[in-house]
């Protein structure tokens, strides 16, 4: 089945770009507030372990019994937090390309083979390639909501 040409359009000309504003504006703001890259990527490091650690807590004390706004906010909140702390990580493991570019051995073109070698390697290259914000596009009411990290289903909190 090939997508809708109105999809397409929502999702490439509006969401695309209105997605990577945000979080590059999130990157700007996390290079003002966090600072240096070693402390970015520690920090970032820190708090994906503790997400993904602390999963199931956070998934098993959800507010189910609230109001549907009170429990999407939570999913929301919590969405954000994840890919915030994979973002610092993210931003933070630049100390790593600084590194090898201080060599004076290494340019830019010779970090990226090198990486990519090793990642393809790991059998990881393909997951690197994938867009980093993947749309749920189907035919529900909520197609163009990204599906929620909390609950690795619909989008809703399973009942306990």
């Given at each position: 089945?090939?997508?809708?040409?109105?999809?397409?359009?929502?999702?490439?000309?509006?969401?695309?770009?209105t997605s990577v504003l945000y979080w590059h504006t999130t990157a700007v703001l996390l290079d003002q507030l966090v600072g240096h890259n070693a402390v970015k990527m520690v920090l970032?490091?820190?708090?994906?372990?503790a997400f993904a650690y602390?999963?199931?807590?956070?998934?098993?004390n959800a507010p189910t019994?609230?109001?549907?706004?009170?429990?999407?906010?939570?999913?929301?909140?919590?969405?954000y937090m994840v890919k915030l702390s994979c973002l610092c990580y993210h931003l933070g493991c630049r100390t790593i390309y600084d590194l090898l570019l201080a060599t004076g051995l290494l340019a830019p073109v010779h970090i990226a083979v090198l990486a990519a070698?090793?990642?393809?390697?790991?059998?990881?290259f393909r997951n690197v390639l994938a867009l980093p914000l993947v749309v749920n596009n189907d035919d529900s009411v909520e197609r163009y909501r990204p599906l929620s990290s909390l609950t690795f289903?619909?989008?809703r909190l399973r009942a306990k």
């Open positions: 089945m090939l997508p809708r040409f109105e999809d397409l359009v929502l999702i490439y000309a509006v969401l695309t770009p970032g490091f820190a708090s994906a372990v602390y999963h199931e807590v956070f998934s098993n019994s609230s109001s549907r706004l009170v429990l999407t906010s939570y999913e929301t909140a919590f969405d070698a090793f990642l393809i390697h790991l059998r990881g289903s619909s989008g």
